[in-house]
């Protein structure tokens, strides 16, 4: 077994494990560092696969910043010893059922496809130079309108984040 | 193109986790933990896009391009949804799903 073999089943097994646990915790503080774990464990698969630059993205704005932000959520909602109650018999069935005929449905699809690579394409190293190049570029492979739409959204969203969150002066 | 690793691989890791995510969107109450399960849903999406650009297309960068876009969307709806969730406590005091059943007070 390869280095990046090993690394691929402990980075997946990391990944399941903490899925679960993610969901299965009853206390939310634990759920997210849960989450934390699954997000770094994730970048890991994206430092596999050759996406450097998208695995420090990864780590820096869903590791760094998503999950503060949902921790200060919590902090600031909830106590910190709260557990949830269990859900009902009824809900845990219906999540089990659907977890289980879902993904038996989706892995028999995804396995029985023949996933063919056309031979002729080239791989192309993916350098800074080159994402900088695609990401603010106008001709093919041009990616500089979702850029620029991205930024309208962030900035609407900062906005909006902060209109709804404000505390009304009455 | 990894040695020892095919497609088959991956996509089965990011199918379990995506349904892991839904469970947990049906058998949670809180509302942070349903925001929590949408996170690993979209995280489950980034790793198919990123893996069928690395197998398929390797001599693109539309998949990477695309999740790219998919992590600022995630940081705009979560920074949207903490806010509401904190809107939300400010006025009923909880933030148990089944609680919020009426749009305006």
């Known amino acids: 077994m390869t280095l990046p073999v090993f690394m691929f089943y402990l980075i997946s097994a990391t990944i399941l494990l903490f899925s679960v646990m993610t969901i299965a915790s009853r206390k939310m503080l634990r759920s997210a560092i849960y989450l934390l774990f699954v997000l770094i464990a994730t970048s890991g698969f994206y430092f596999l696969l050759n996406y450097q630059f998208l695995a420090g993205v990864q780590l820096t704005l869903y590791a760094g910043g998503i999950v503060v932000l949902i921790i200060f959520s919590i902090l600031l909602t909830s106590h910190i010893s709260h557990k949830f109650k269990r859900p009902s018999t009824w809900k845990l069935w219906m999540g089990l059922t659907v977890l289980v005929i879902g993904s038996a449905t989706a892995l028999w699809v995804i396995l029985l496809q023949p996933f063919s690579k056309d031979p002729a394409l080239k791989t192309v190293p993916v350098t800074m130079h080159l994402i900088g190049n695609q990401l603010l570029g106008l001709g093919k492979n041009g990616y500089v309108l979702p850029f620029e739409l991205i930024s309208i959204l962030l900035i609407a969203a900062m906005i909006a984040a902060i209109v709804v969150a404000k505390k009304e002066s009455n | ?105």
């Open chain 2, 1 to 105: 193109m990894i040695q020892g690793l095919s497609i088959y691989h991956f996509l089965v890791v990011s199918t379990l986790m995506f349904f892991i995510g839904i469970t947990g969107f049906i058998i949670r109450q809180n509302l942070i933990t349903i925001l929590l399960s949408v996170e690993l849903i979209l995280n489950s999406v980034v790793i198919n896009f990123l893996v069928f650009n690395r197998f398929l297309y390797p001599d693109q960068l539309q998949g990477h391009f695309f999740s790219l876009f998919i992590i600022g969307i995630a940081a705009a709806e979560a920074s949207v949804a903490v806010a509401l969730i904190i809107n939300i406590y400010r006025r009923i005091r909880n933030i148990n799903a089944d609680n919020v059943n009426e749009m305006k007070f």
